[in-house]
């Protein structure tokens, strides 16, 4: 840094005006650090009595103030501005739960309906709602450890048993309030879902009122086992799951 030009002389400045010589500090000073033109109002506001007389040491002490509010604004500003845009969050979509009505397991309805209680289940909303039961991601097919015909043999009062080739594809068992007293098991067959209903024969007999729509583009199969009645609801032309059941 180049030093301030003073008089050539020290002894001159014995002879100079203090103003003149405190001019030429400030020149100097001026030369080496640029003042913002504000700042003459500012120091001539807090010399005393408002004298002529310069104070440059006030002068560069302001510039020096300046300076560094103005340096932290603009650090400030580097700051509050990213030097690249943030990556956009892509919110994905959560995975759809299972309806509430697969949580049911059959038979909801425990016995035969009351007295003078008839049931009409409709087989087609019927059919819909075990098909999204299938599709769900919660459900799972019943192994030969869950001993699915155990469970209808002592639900129904019937002994019935199940071919092996039944384990690992039928799912369920669940329970629908579209037909509280059956139970319900489903499996995928050649891309489609299949619905086995099974109930006891008189409660079908005395209760039941099965209504399938000619338009809805679905089958309906039996077969009675003793005194279990057996419904298989398909898109197919002929039944896929009875045949599992003896």
Same mark, same amino acid.
């Given at each position: 840094?180049?030093?301030?030009?003073?008089?050539?002389?020290?002894?001159?400045?014995?002879?100079?005006?203090?103003?003149?010589?405190?001019?030429?500090?400030?020149?100097?000073?001026?030369?080496?650090?640029?003042?913002?033109?504000?700042? %003459?109002? #500012? *120091?001539? @506001? =807090?010399?005393?009595?408002? !004298?002529?007389?310069? $104070?440059?040491?006030?002068?560069? +002490?302001?510039?020096?103030?300046?300076?560094?509010?103005?340096?932290?604004?603009?650090?400030?500003?580097?700051?509050?501005?990213?030097?690249?845009?943030?990556?956009?969050?892509?919110?994905?979509?959560?995975?759809?739960?299972?309806?509430?009505?697969?949580?049911?397991?059959?038979?909801?309805?425990?016995?035969?309906?009351?007295?003078?209680?008839?049931?009409?289940?409709?087989?087609?909303?019927?059919?819909?709602?075990?098909?999204?039961?299938?599709?769900?991601?919660?459900?799972?097919?019943?192994?030969?450890? %869950?001993? #699915? *015909?155990? @469970? =209808?043999?002592?639900?129904? !009062?019937?002994?019935? $048993?199940?071919?092996?080739?039944? +384990?690992?594809?039928?799912?369920?068992?669940?329970?629908?309030?579209?037909?509280?007293?059956?139970?319900?098991?489903?499996?995928?067959?050649?891309?489609?879902?299949?619905?086995?209903?099974?109930?006891?024969?008189?409660?079908?007999?005395?209760?039941?009122?099965?209504?399938?729509?000619?338009?809805?583009?679905?089958?309906?199969?039996?077969?009675?086992?003793?005194?279990?009645?057996?419904?298989?609801?398909?898109?197919?032309?002929?039944?896929?799951?009875?045949?599992?059941?003896?």
């Amino acid at each position: 840094m180049n030093e301030p030009e003073l008089p050539n002389h020290p002894h001159d400045a014995d002879a100079l005006d203090r103003d003149a010589l405190d001019s030429a500090i400030e020149q100097a000073l001026r030369r080496q650090f640029p003042v913002p033109p504000s700042v %003459d109002t #500012l *120091a001539a @506001r =807090l010399r005393p009595g408002g !004298g002529a007389r310069r $104070a440059p040491w006030l002068v560069l +002490a302001t510039a020096a103030a300046v300076a560094g509010v103005v340096g932290a604004a603009a650090w400030l500003r580097s700051e509050a501005t990213p030097s690249a845009p943030a990556p956009e969050v892509v919110e994905q979509a959560p995975s759809e739960a299972a309806p509430s009505f697969c949580r049911l397991v059959g038979p909801v309805l425990e016995g035969l309906p009351g007295l003078g209680a008839l049931q009409s289940p409709d087989l087609a909303r019927l059919y819909r709602d075990m098909d999204a039961c299938q599709e769900s991601s919660e459900s799972t097919a019943c192994g030969a450890d %869950d001993d #699915l *015909a155990q @469970r =209808l043999s002592t639900t129904y !009062g019937q002994s019935l $048993a199940l071919r092996p080739e039944a +384990a690992g594809r039928l799912h369920g068992p669940f329970g629908s309030e579209e037909w509280p007293t059956a139970t319900i098991v489903t499996a995928r067959t050649d891309g489609e879902t299949a619905v086995l209903v099974a109930d006891r024969g008189t409660t079908l007999e005395c209760c039941v009122r099965m209504r399938l729509a000619e338009d809805s583009g679905l089958q309906l199969f039996t077969l009675e086992v003793g005194d279990l009645f057996l419904a298989e609801i398909s898109p197919h032309s002929e039944p896929r799951l009875l045949a599992y059941f003896e």
